[in-house]
């Protein structure tokens, strides 16, 4: 038995990354059946979903960190491959099991999937004649307002959706992005990151500014409808290209401001969340996209676009 498993492990860290993902997802697999898992009482999943990220990224990272960092020496940060495998045992307590640059999702095939990205950047809500893009380009208006003179703030659309894995949400703060602390009933789950991004004009011989406005939900279901909570907002940012500048302490307070200002923004977004309906909800990486034929492997990016997914 012993042997068996350092022969395994051998194998884990000696194959290629699709390979190695392929084997992590194995590890996952249960010994019984469906009709096992019925006997036992247990939730029985049609399928898993499987994806192997690139450039050996962290599954559970806070992808929303990396927007604005320079990632020209890892040009497939947050590209993922993913591929759906049959499934016939017992759904795990948490749908979401993650090892290195691997992520496993356990699905079902009776689901309705809801495209975020879709959702918020195409009419009525999206695009230059919907509520939340009107909202947003007031707002950054109302911003450039605060600012100090020959300064303006322009949205940057389409407003773009990741996730951090719980802890992975805490970071340094200010232009580095990260919330200060989260609170303990989410430290074991995908919390969505929502981002705004904004673009700061500059007075000659000061670089312009790329900004992030990054908020953090929790999604659950109670009594049958999805729940979003909001944990908190991150402001991260950089001067322009290669670009340098000065007021950082300024920038980072101007950008606290305007954050806490978008929350109504967010309102809009969290009350049409929960008029969905489900008996569970989980988190897809990616755009909507059902189930996979097997080996019909799909390419995505977990930077811009998450998929809400409910079991009726």
């Known amino acids: 038995m012993h042997i068996w498993v350092i022969l395994r492990m051998r194998l884990l860290f000696s194959s290629s990354t699709l390979e190695r993902g392929w084997l992590l997802s194995k590890r996952w697999e249960r010994p019984h059946n469906v009709f096992e898992a019925l006997r036992k009482g247990e939730k029985a999943v049609s399928y898993k979903s499987i994806f192997v990220f690139d450039d050996g990224s962290n599954w559970a990272s806070d992808w929303s960190h990396y927007d604005l960092a320079n990632l020209a020496p890892r040009p497939g940060f947050g590209l993922f491959t993913r591929f759906d495998q049959s499934y016939g045992g017992a759904m795990p307590a948490n749908r979401w099991h993650g090892v290195d640059n691997t992520l496993t999702i356990f699905r079902e095939d009776h689901e309705d999937l809801t495209d975020l990205f879709q959702l918020v950047n195409t009419a009525p809500l999206g695009g230059p004649s919907g509520r939340i893009w009107q909202q947003i380009m007031n707002?950054?208006?109302?911003?450039?307002?605060?600012?100090?003179?020959?300064?303006?703030?322009?949205?940057?659309?389409?407003?773009?959706f990741s996730y951090a894995y719980g802890q992975h949400a805490v970071g340094p703060g200010n232009e580095h992005g990260g919330l200060p602390s989260i609170p303990e009933h989410v430290k074991d789950q995908p919390l969505l990151t929502l981002k705004v991004s904004l673009h700061i004009n500059t007075p000659p011989g000061m670089s312009s500014i790329d900004a992030d406005l990054v908020f953090y939900l929790a999604l659950r279901i109670e009594n049958g409808h999805v729940v979003a909570e909001f944990i908190g907002v991150a402001h991260p940012w950089r001067f322009h290209g290669d670009g340098y500048g000065a007021y950082q302490n300024e920038i980072n307070q101007g950008l606290g401001r305007a954050a806490n200002d978008a929350v109504p923004m967010l309102n809009m977004l969290l009350d049409l969340l929960q008029a969905y309906r489900g008996s569970q909800l989980y988190l897809v990486p990616g755009l909507a996209q059902p189930r996979l034929e097997e080996g019909k492997p799909l390419r995505g990016s977990v930077r811009s676009a998450m998929t809400l997914t409910l079991v009726p």
């Open 139 to 160: 707002q950054a208006e109302a911003f450039s307002h605060t600012l100090y003179p020959l300064w303006n703030a322009f949205f940057q659309p389409p407003i773009r």
